[in-house]
């Protein structure tokens, strides 16, 4: 079982490289207050998701993250809750005030959306631990592992997209 964990682990450190790397530094554009007060919510969820995606491969390994009501569970359990509610967040904010906005709004709905599967699956992965279905749980965590390295990379692409109209305020 911890076999498991610590590969589903290893998996996700990998994937958070890509969303810290340099975004493009040439700003074409400032964001118009419309635009800034749009965004600003959305950027608080990428720097969440962002942030989540720096520490869930430690909280998946963990000494008592698969055991039920532990402190190490119940952190590992905000993570996820917080990812697969991401979508949700994306949605409240509405269309974006302006066309140039709709790449970066695409790209973070798609980071939540496969950020959200990944994390059903984790959750899955932990539920077939306790049923003693050690073959199900590896499966359900490489593909959890493949669906955060897709969002890490559509958070990438959506802070690089903001970046390019002006937008500030990632988290490094």
């Known amino acids: 079982m911890r076999l498991i964990v610590v590969t589903l682990a290893t998996g996700f450190l990998l994937g958070p490289l890509a969303a810290t790397a340099a975004a493009a530094t040439a700003r074409s554009d400032k964001l118009s207050p419309s635009e800034?007060?749009?965004?600003?919510?959305?950027?608080?969820?990428?720097?969440?998701?962002?942030?989540?995606?720096?520490?869930?491969?430690?909280?998946?390994?963990?000494?008592n993250a698969l055991v039920p009501g532990t402190k190490d569970n119940l952190a590992?359990?905000?993570?996820?809750?917080?990812?697969?509610?991401?979508?949700?967040t994306v949605a409240k904010a509405g269309p974006p005030p302006s066309q140039r906005l709709n790449e970066f709004e695409n790209s973070l709905s798609t980071a939540c959306v496969v950020l959200g599967k990944g994390a059903h699956e984790i959750?899955?992965?932990?539920?077939?631990?306790?049923?003693?279905?050690?073959?199900?749980?590896?499966?359900?965590?490489k593909d959890a592992t493949t669906q955060l390295q897709r969002g890490t990379a559509q958070l990438a692409a959506a802070q690089k997209q903001l970046v390019g109209l002006g937008g500030s305020g990632f988290a490094a």
């Open 36 to 63: 800034e007060t749009w965004v600003k919510p959305l950027l608080t969820l990428w720097n969440t998701m962002n942030g989540d995606l720096k520490v869930i491969g430690a909280q998946a390994a963990a000494k």
């Open 123 to 141: 959750a899955q992965g932990i539920g077939a631990i306790q049923k003693n279905q050690g073959a199900t749980a590896s499966n359900l965590f």
């Open 76 to 88: 590992l359990i905000k993570t996820l809750a917080a990812m697969a509610t991401c979508s949700k």
